[in-house]
Each structure stands twice: as structure tokens, then as C-alpha cells.
């Protein structure tokens, strides 16, 4: 009788096991598929249900008379790496945001972060915005930003914008009103 | 006199008036520029949040934007809704940017369409940043691999030596080289480049080394060439995901070079991991198989009991699973916090809790369709968060928009029209009566910024025309507004419910599963706990028809 158990085509076999990351995905048996479909309606059903109730709460809450909503984005090329922000909105914290890599990764493929979303009374306003980073010369930066801006009867729109100093490689911030 | 005119004018009434007749009902235009609105699901998609994109993302966008729209699909596992989309974009017809065709490929290549995936790629030629082109490379050396062309794999990554996209593929393109070749030395090559480029700084680059390593020790091993092989095994992290079978591997590689000691050292130290890891139950045996062949029979004999009554244990833990699955589903059991009844179990051994369960979790979602069910679990679980999010919400805007009417009803009710016609009659006149003296002293007019004043009394009526039809309309604004949320409160209702039998559907699912998974397991497991105690008899029955002298025993214990 053989009890040795070290055949080395257990090697061969833990060297087929990791090749996961080529694999195929195998063939699903009948009750999942028949689950894949009722999750597709259900998952559309409800997407288009979420749509509505944020459309309903944004017109209730946020109506775009008196709306404000801020954004960031940076510029492709900057090699800032965002750790956080801080916004004041009348010296009062409105928002802040600690920065992980997937969203960096997102911002500079040309994402815009909509970081703050309220309603606001017409006249004059006063913006602040704190950002915290390194730049590509490993210096650390903690610079902020400031607007005074005027809400008018319509919905407002701000982005700050994140970018490079071609020359020095310094960070800039910047503001764009819509 | 300014200061008066100011006062009057503020009514507070006005501002609740005028905010109810602005806020309609009906589903809005866009009013968010289009750059910021296109960004903004970008954004979403590229962080990730897939449900929050396809949400956002409205029917003009999804035309506009169809390659964003594809990528959100597929992230959320669409796939039905999605293969319209793609056959709609198929590389031949569209006009895209590069960041278009990069994503588009990536999408092909992810719905395992590795064709119209490799031509999306053959688009961006050129176009590309180097960080961008590693990852290009990858996916199309992946391509290629998968459609059974190594040395066309080979070749996209020959002129990109740099970065971690490029070690993963490498590693990739080893693994294929081992699968299809007799000749390891290609594998083993591909094995060295990928290790050179990367950096091992990061989790992630780390444990791809320790696969490296093991990978390269393996196929060492079957090369017979254990004395190297020992080398890669020894660079395998002790608490990598790989390094229990990295253990054993090393192991066997020195019995081959008749170490025995080494070896059941290696075993040793595997066995401090979860039973159902691999290599664990593969190291439980080959102990007491080397102790048998280096002469010391009384450890192989307590070695086999030992790894016998760790079977045993095993085989209980299986039918323990097995038989609460059916009882609580997969999710009470394997996700959810413990402290279920007779799932002490888990707390037992180690002082992380959920070791022993962290490893039934890792070895059930190995297998692709459990696997995909639990992601669907997880997305519907996603789902559920969001309606239980809104249910809060819309009782919030019920109570809100209830108190609301109560208070509009009775500020309705105390609005006197014609008192306050009498008041801007009364305050226009007063303002004519001053305009004259006041037109006629130099530089007043500026002091008292004169001009604003006469804009607000002249804009008195209007605004009173304002707030009386804001008045007529506010009531049933409110009532329309509390039977849209309590039309929403349906929809949710609803939704839940159909959402709940669903994931108990999934669960179900699941449970079938994974008892078949824990079948295969059990039979495994009973198959080792056979051969250990055949490999226990074994070595009695050497003993029971031995005729040498006792004294030629290594350890008498057992004599």
C-alpha cells in the first residue's frame, strides 16, 4: 500500500490554480441565470426609481432658485495629489472630503466631484476653500482659496479647479463660476 | 425714512409663497452645465460608484455619452442591458476620443469579448501617456493570451519594461507559458522579467511578488530542480495568501534533497493556517510521511493520529456549515455577524474570530458562479441601503410637507389683501411726495441710494400680483406635492418587497451552492482522513510483522 502523499502533480495543480487571473468565468447553472435576469429588471426598476426620488428631493429641497452647487476637478496634467478639502461657505464648514487613490485616479481621467449641494439666499456670499496635498516637488501645500460671489434668482454653479504651474511646478486654484 | 421703506417691504410671507410656486413638480430640465454634468458621472464611474453613476445618468446622456453609460453597466453587472449598447458601439462604427476607445476596450475585454476589445485598443495608438500605455499593454497582452496567442502577448509587452501593469502581465503570460508548454524555461523567464518590475512597495505589488516567487518554485520543483525551487519558497511572505502552499511545496522540495528536517519544519508551519487552505491538509499528511522514511516511527505515528483527529475536527466543522446553511442562509452564516446558536465554532483556536470563517467565505467564493452570486448579493445589498435610505426620507418630507400646509392654511388665512393694498397705496405716496425734494438737493439721491428705493415701490404690485397667485396656488402645490411622496412611498414599498424575495432567492441559490462545494470538500477531506489512518495502519502492521530487534527502533515509545 502507498501512502505517500507528495506526488509532485500537486505542483502542477496549485500552478493551474493560479492562473485565475487569466481564467474564464465558467458557465452559470439554470436557477442563477434565472436569478441574472430577475436582478436586471429589478436592478433597472430600481435605478429608475432612485432617479426619481433624487429629482423629487433635489426640486423639494434644492430648488433651483435657490440652488448652489460646488464642484472640483483637476487638470489632467498636475501632478498634485489631493489629500483633502475644506469648504466654507460664510466662514461656516459646509463639506470636507479626505481623498482616496480611486478618486484621484478618477479625477484626473477628467472627473468632476460635486462636493456640496444646498440651497442658498440671493445676494452676496463669501467661498472658502482649504486644500491640502503634496505637489510634484514632495512639498507639502495647505492653500486656500477664496470668493466672494452673488446668487442671483437661478441656480449657481462653482468649480475649483485644481492645477500646476507649468514654470514651477507649484500648485494653482483655481475658481470657475457658471 | 430708507430704513422704514426697507422694513415694510420685507414680508416674510413672501419668501414661503414664492418658494412653493417655484418648486414644481415635474421631473426638470437639466439645469447643471454639461461639462460639470458629463464630468460628474465620469467621476462616478471611474471611482466606482456605478449605481450612483447609472442613477445620475439620464436617457440623453446614456445616447450622448454611450461609452461612460457602457462602462457604468457593465461595472453594475448589467449585462443584458449592456450588449445593445456595445453592439451599438462596435469598433468599426463608432467615432470616439482615446479616452473613449481606452474605455470601450476595457468594457469589451471585461464581457470577455476579447476581439472587439483588442481592435478598440488598436485605436489608441500613439494616442497614449506611458502610465496609460502599461495599462493598454496589459489588456491587450491579456487579449491575446486569452485568445491563445502567447507570443502575440509576448510581443505587446516586449517594448514596455517598466511599471506594475507590466508585471502582471508578465506574470500573466509566465502562467500561460506553464499551462502550454512542456518547456518551462519561457515560464520561468517571463517569471524573472515580471519580478524585476516590480517594486514590491504596496500590498498589492507584494503579494503579486510572492506569487512570482511561488510560481517560479513551482515549476522549478517540476523540473526537478528542487535545490532552486527552495530559493523562490523561501521569498514568499509568511502571511501571504499564498504562503501556505508555498510552505508545502518547500517542504517537498526538501525531502527531494533528502532534508527531512527542513521538510517537517516547512509543515509545520502550515499548520497554524485554516485546515481548508491548500497545502494545509497535503502538509498534515506529508509530516508523518517524512518521519516514516527518516526512521522515526513513533513520530509518524503520532503525527498520523494527530492529523487524523485534525479530519475529524474538519469533518465536523463541514457538517456543522452544512447543516446551518439550509437553517439561517449564506448570508446569516458566512456575512453577517455571528453569535448564531451552535456557531461557536468560529471563536474556537484563534484569537482573530473569524479566521476559520474568513476561510470558508475565501474558499466557497473561489468557485466563479458562487462567486457571482455574491456580488449580486452585495449589489442588491447595495440597492436595499438606498431604499431604506429614501423610506426614512420620504416619512421626513411627509411630516415636513404635512406641518407645511397646516401652517400655509393659516397664514392663507391671516393674509389680508387689502391691507396691504392700502399700505403700498399708502407708501407709494409718501415716496412720491419725497421724490421732488429729494431730486432737487445735489448728491442726495446717491446718499440715500434714492434709485433702489424707487425700484422696490414700483415693483410693490407686482410683487403682491406675485404672492396672491402664489397664495391660489401654494394649497394645492402642497397637496400635489404630499401625493407624489406618498406615490413614492408605494413605489419603495413595493420595491422592498420584490427586492427582499429576490436576495432570499439568492440566498437560496447560494446555499444550494455552496453545500455542493462543501460536498466536494467533505469527500476530500474523508479521503485524507482515510489515508492518514491507512497510513496509521500501515505503520502498525510494519511494526506487528517485523522481525527485527526492538532495539533497532529509533524511539521506543511504542514498544
Redesign the interface.
Known sequence: ?D????S?L???R??????I??S???A??S??QE??????Q??????E????????????LH?????L?L?L?IDPDSNFLLDSVELRLNDQIITTHLY?E??L???R??????LYLGSLADGVHKLSARFNGQGSNSRYYRRNKALRFTKDDS?K?I?LVVTENDRTREPLFKVKQ? | MVGQLKRKVSWGIIGLLL?LL????S??AR???D??Y???A???????RY?DA???M?EVYQNDQAVTYAAALKG?N????LAPVLEALSPNKAELSP?EWFTLGKVFYHS?ECIPALKSFKRLKNRLSLEDKQEWAFYRA?CF??LGSDTRAAQVLSDILSGQWIS?AY??LA??Y??GSTSKTKALVALRVASSLNQSTTLVERELND?VN??AG??L??EGQPDRAIEFFKNVHLDSM?AP?AL??NG?AQ?EINDFRSATQSWYAVKKHALIK??VA?SL??IP?AYERGGYVSQAIESYVEASDYFEKELDTIAKISSLLPKHGFRQVLIEEDGLEGLEWFLTKDVARNTIRAAYYTYLVE???IY??VE?ME??GL?QD??KY?KT??EV?AKSLGAKKKSFSALSRGFDVKAYQRRIRQLTGEYKALDVPVRQKPGMQESLGWQRIADSVQSLDARLSKLLKAKEQGKEALAA?LK?VKA?QD??GQ?ER??SS?IK??DK?LV??SSQRLEKLRKDTLGHFE?SE??LI?ILQTIAESKQARTNRLDGRYQ
Not at chain 1, 49 to 60: A, I
Not at chain 2, 22 to 25: E, M, P
Not at chain 2, 42 to 48: C, D, H, I, L, T
Not at chain 2, 78 to 81: R, S, V
Open positions: 500500500m501512502t505517500r502523499p507528495l509532485l500537486h505542483a502542477f496549485f500552478v493551474i490554480a493560479i492562473l487571473s487569466v474564464a468565468f465558467s452559470q447553472g436557477d442563477s436569478i441574472a435576469k430577475r436582478a436586471e429589478l436592478k433597472l426598476d430600481l435605478i426609481l432612485n432617479r426619481e426620488l433624487y429629482q423629487f428631493e433635489e426640486d423639494l430648488p433651483a432658485n435657490t440652488q452647487a464642484f476637478s482616496r480611486k478618486e485616479a478618477a479625477l481621467k477628467g472627473g468632476v466631484q460635486r441656480a454653479f468649480q457658471w | 418658494l417655484n418648486s414644481g413638480l421631473v426638470a439645469t447643471m452645465p461639462e460639470l458629463e464630468g460628474w465620469r467621476f462616478q464611474v471611474e471611482s466606482g449605481l447609472l442613477v445620475i439620464d453594475f448589467l449585462a443584458a442591458t479616452y470577455d491579456n493570451i486569452k502582471h506574470y500573466n502562467m500561460s506553464a499551462a506569487r511561488y510560481a513551482s515549476l520543483l517540476g499564498i502552499q508545502y511545496l517537498v525531502l491548500q497545502g497535503e499528511l506529508a510521511y468557485d466563479q458562479e457571482g452570486q449580486l449589489e442588491l440597492l438606498s431604499l429614501w426620507q420620504l418630507f406635492k407624489k413614492l413605489s419603495v420595491k420584490a427586492l429576490l432567492d439568492v441559490n444550494a451552492l489515508r491507512q497510513g500501515h
